[in-house]
């Protein structure tokens, strides 16, 4: 269960941040998001795949 | 053998002021279909919650809107020009070297330092609706000029300009609009900015949003003046008129209110599924993308070069939430389509909740009691605008 962001397609809308803050993060220097656990533990799940969902930018992925 | 007479897109009337124009949801009832504008283009309307996020993601759709679809009668296209700055109608890379910068301005914990502020602002506002007393109009008292501070607040740009910002973003967003009455208000606009700009520049700051595109973008100054007039305009009308259609909604449906009033902590839920249902009952055909190539959407085949328009009436659809056609405050926040889709989502969706979970929490909580002092559907609403909401909302507490 791998967590990534395409970052050259990132438009920083936030998202993922809303959807799974502790998972998530936007970047000081440009606002684009970050992941800050890669591998999540299972009861974080839900919120990335809403994550993964709600990206307008389409750029949240999880390997499963 | 001649085609079957494209039917015009149903647009007015409608039967109730929350809900769709009059023959809309039936227009739409049997997925894809043509329609007619006012202006005279024809446009394919996509209703489904999958059809609508595909034409608003896939890269074969162009946001160029030169042409577009649109509902004024008379009149020249104002809004959706190729010009610099208007990253609207932009794709690609051209659109991302303009968007990206100002992710920065709009990120969630950048916004939530500005809470304190939007709460202070609310307050304020409240305060003074209270001293003056029952009955008092909402709109004129909050709606409007809240997300005007605010949005002014973000870019760094004087307050005492509020009647002009006001007065553009409505040149701007009118109907029938004249291309060369929005000019003059912009160009005046442009004169205050460019004071504004000057400033940035001496002070160096990167704190606000113009003082960023002034000292830390390559945006040319034509750029940066038309995207600080988008970002004004489109901060004044788009949250006042929420807010205001947000409580009428909640006024017509006393045990929703209840919900809200029981569990305030939950403001941030419960803005999104009022979002997600008052955008998508109000229906209508908006938002309009142009094929560059053959793509099949919800088993039609929109050619290349043919007009899409999306209905957000696919927030009600089933395949989104269960019984999608309710509003239900419990529901946990669903992928709504309410500030949109795909690279052109709308920017300011972060600030637009701030300040309507703050303004419904604060308004609700301060006056438990607060109710229309006419009924919802005698009050006056703004059909002359692309955005819609309500004139005036009169209420007594």
Redesign the interface.
């Known amino acids: 269960m791998t967590v990534r962001i395409d970052q050259a ?6 998202q993922c ?2 959807a799974a803050p502790d998972v998530f ?2 970047s ?5 998001g970050l992941v800050l656990i890669s591998e999540p533990p299972a009861e974080l799940l839900p919120g990335v795949r ?1 994550a993964v ?2 990206c ?3 750029v949240v992925t999880l390997e499963e | 053998m001649t085609e079957a007479a494209v039917c015009p897109v149903p647009h007015e009337n409608r039967v109730h002021p929350l809900g769709a124009p009059a023959g809309f949801a039936e227009a739409i009832s049997d997925g894809p279909v043509k329609m007619l504008w006012p202006n005279g283009v024809e446009a394919w309307v996509i209703s489904s919650y999958a059809g609508v996020r595909k034409v608003l993601s896939d890269p074969r759709f162009s946001a160029n809107k030169d042409g577009q679809p649109e509902m004024r009668t008379e009149g020249e296209q104002v809004l959706g020009l190729p010009e610099p700055g208007n990253m609207n109608v932009m794709d690609g890379d051209a659109h991302l070297r303009l968007r990206r910068p100002l992710a920065r301005a709009f990120m969630v914990k950048r916004l939530n330092e500005m809470r304190p502020r939007i709460q202070e602002i609310v307050d304020e506002h409240l305060d003074a609706m209270e001293r003056a007393g029952a009955p008092a109009d909402l709109v004129s008292s909050v709606c409007l000029p809240v997300p005007s501070l605010v949005i002014a607040e973000l870019l760094g740009v004087p307050p005492e300009h509020q009647a002009l910002f006001q007065a553009t973003a409505r040149e701007m967003f009118g109907k029938n609009g004249s291309r060369a009455e929005y000019e003059a208000k912009a160009e005046e606009l442009d004169g205050v900015l460019l004071k504004v700009v000057q400033e940035k520049k001496a002070s160096g700051t990167t704190d606000d949003l113009i003082g960023l595109m002034v000292n830390d973008t390559d945006f040319q100054m034509d750029e940066l003046l038309f995207l600080a007039i988008g970002l004004l305009a489109a901060g004044h009308e788009t949250t006042s008129n929420f807010f205001g259609l947000f409580t009428l909604t909640l006024f017509e449906k006393p045990d929703q209110l209840a919900i809200l009033k029981r569990d305030p902590g939950r403001a941030d839920v419960i803005v999104e599924e009022l979002m997600r249902y008052t955008v998508g009952r109000l229906g209508g055909a908006g938002l309009a993308r142009r094929a560059v190539e053959d793509v099949e959407v919800d088993g039609v085949t929109i050619k290349a070069g043919e007009w899409v328009a999306v209905t957000f009436q696919a927030n009600l659809d089933e395949s989104l939430c269960p019984h999608a056609g309710e509003l239900d405050l419990e529901r946990r926040a669903v992928s709504h389509l309410g500030f949109g889709y795909g690279p052109h989502q709308c920017l300011g969706a972060n600030l637009a909740r701030a300040e309507l979970q703050i303004l419904l929490r604060t308004l609700f909580t301060r006056f438990p009691d607060v109710r229309p002092a006419v009924p919802v559907a005698e009050m006056d609403f703004r059909e002359d605008m692309i955005t819609y909401g309500a004139a005036t909302i009169p209420v007594v507490w």
């Open positions: 397609k990132c438009i920083g809308s936030g941040v809303l993060d936007q000081d220097d440009d606002g684009l809403d969902d709600r307008p930018a389409q």
